[in-house]
C-alpha cells in the first residue's frame, strides 16, 4: 500500500461504542481524514517531499516551500494527526499503562492520575479546534501540550505517542457540545500497548 494512501482503521467503525458511536467513526475517517489526505498528496506531488514519508514531511515543515507550506501544515498535518488518532485507540482498552512509559509518567506528574488530569485540562481547554497530546523530547522526556487546528508537534521537533481530537467533528454527533464528557469517556479507548510502543520506538 501506498503511503499516500488511507489506512483503514485498525478495529470496526462500530468497536468504540458507546464511548466513540459508529456514524462519528465513518465520517471522521472515511470523510474528514480522507480529505487531509488528498489535500497534502495533492500539494506535495512534484515537489522534492513527494517521496518522504508523511511523518517526515511534517517534521521538516520549515523546509517545505512556502507555496505549499500552509496546505502541507493543515492538511499533512492533519493526514498524520489522525493516522495516529486510530492507532492510540482500541476496543477493551482503558485501564493504565504499563513499563516504560508508565514509569515516566509517574516520574513527570507525580502519578498516573494526575497526568490524566493535566491533559483532560489541555483537551478541554484548548480552544476552538486543535488537539491535546503527551509528547516525546529529549531524552525520554514526557510532556503534555496543545496544537491548534492541525498543528502537529512533529513541526516543533516532538514525537507524539498519544493525541485526543478535540475538533467538533470528533464529538458533536453524540456529545454535542459537551466537550469534556467526551474527553472524560475518552479514556476508556486508550490502547495503551500501543502508546508504550510508541515510547519505546520514540526513545
Ligand atoms: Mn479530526
Given at each position: 500500500?501506498?503511503?499516500?494512501?488511507?489506512?483503514?482503521?485498525?478495529?470496526?467503525?462500530?468497536?468504540?461504542?458507546p464511548w466513540i458511536d459508529e456514524q462519528t467513526m465513518r465520517l471522521h475517517h472515511d470523510k474528514h481524514h480522507q480529505v487531509y489526505l488528498d489535500n497534502f498528496v495533492k500539494a506535495v506531488t512534484g515537489t522534492p517531499f513527494e517521496n518522504l514519508t508523511a511523518t517526515e514531511t511534517l517534521r521538516r515543515l520549515a523546509e517545505v516551500p512556502e507555496n505549499i507550506r500552509t496546505v502541507v501544515r493543515n492538511h499533512g498535518g492533519g493526514?498524520?494527526?489522525?493516522?495516529?488518532?486510530?492507532e492510540i485507540m482500541a476496543p477493551n482498552a482503558g485501564g493504565t499503562p504499563e513499563g516504560a512509559v508508565a514509569e515516566r509518567l509517574a516520574g513527570?506528574?507525580?502519578?498516573?492520575?494526575s497526568f490524566k488530569e493535566t491533559f483532560t485540562k489541555a483537551a478541554v481547554g484548548q480552544f476552538g479546534s486543535g488537539w491535546a497530546w503527551l509528547v516525546v523530547g529529549p531524552g525520554g522526556s514526557l510532556a503534555v501540550t496543545a496544537t491548534p487546528n492541525q498543528d502537529t508537534p512533529l513541526s516543533a521537533g516532538q514525537?507524539?505517542?498519544l493525541g485526543l481530537d478535540v475538533w467538533e467533528h470528533a464529538?458533536?454527533?453524540?456529545y454535542?457540545?459537551?466537550?469534556?464528557?467526551?474527553?472524560?469517556?475518552?479514556?476508556?479507548?486508550?490502547?495503551?500497548?500501543?502508546?508504550?510502543?510508541l515510547y519505546q520506538a520514540a526513545i
Open positions: 500500500m501506498s503511503q499516500h494512501t488511507l489506512p483503514p482503521l485498525p478495529y470496526a467503525y462500530d468497536a468504540l461504542e493526514h498524520v494527526n489522525h493516522s495516529l488518532f486510530w513527570t506528574f507525580g502519578s498516573f492520575e514525537t507524539p505517542i464529538y458533536y454527533l453524540k454535542q457540545n459537551r466537550r469534556a464528557e467526551y474527553v472524560a469517556n475518552w479514556w476508556n479507548v486508550v490502547n495503551w500497548r500501543k502508546v508504550g510502543e
